[in-house]
């Protein structure tokens, strides 16, 4: 597929599938949330869906902790790796039919964090300082923690 093509397509195909892989909320529990005093907005997917997000959030995780090992001994190129790991090309080979339970917000939201990954990776890869490359992962570990104060999953 051709650079331009990509680029039409990729934010397209990228909020329907990002969602799937960031998953934001691992509120599973038999008790209903809500009576346990949880207000976050409920997302109902199966128990394979909600795998899925689950491997999303563990490889934003992973991504992470490359980063700050990383950083700690400024090795861009490491930065650079583990950032890309968590950006748009995550969303590879992921079903799309899950994007109809979720809300668009949260479709935003997630297409932001592999955005945020993606960019951070670049700017490892011009030489970005520490601090510039801690205030991206500060943006982007805002967004997880802003998802998992509005969502949670839930089975079907």
């Known amino acids: 597929m ?7 397509t990729a934010p397209i195909t990228a909020l329907v599938i990002v969602s799937v892989l960031v998953g934001g909320c691992t509120g599973s529990q038999d008790i209903p949330a809500r009576a346990q005093g949880d207000v976050r907005e409920t997302i109902r997917l199966s128990q394979a869906e909600r795998e899925t ?10 991504s992470v902790q490359g980063i700050v090992e990383a950083l700690a001994h400024s090795n861009r190129a490491q930065i650079s790796e583990s950032a890309q790991k968590a950006g748009m090309d995550m969303l590879r080979g992921v079903s799309v039919s899950v994007a109809v339970h979720l809300p668009p917000e949260f479709l935003m939201l997630s297409m932001d ?41 839930s089975p079907n």
């Open 2 to 8: 051709t650079a331009p093509m990509r680029t039409l």
């Open 53 to 62: 997000f689950r491997r999303g959030m563990r490889q934003y995780l992973a």
């Open 113 to 153: 964090t592999h955005q945020k990954f993606d960019a951070l990776s670049r700017s490892a890869e011009a030489g970005a300082s520490k601090a510039e490359t801690t205030a991206h992962l500060g943006a982007i570990l805002a967004n997880c923690t802003a998802c998992h104060a509005k969502y949670r999953l």
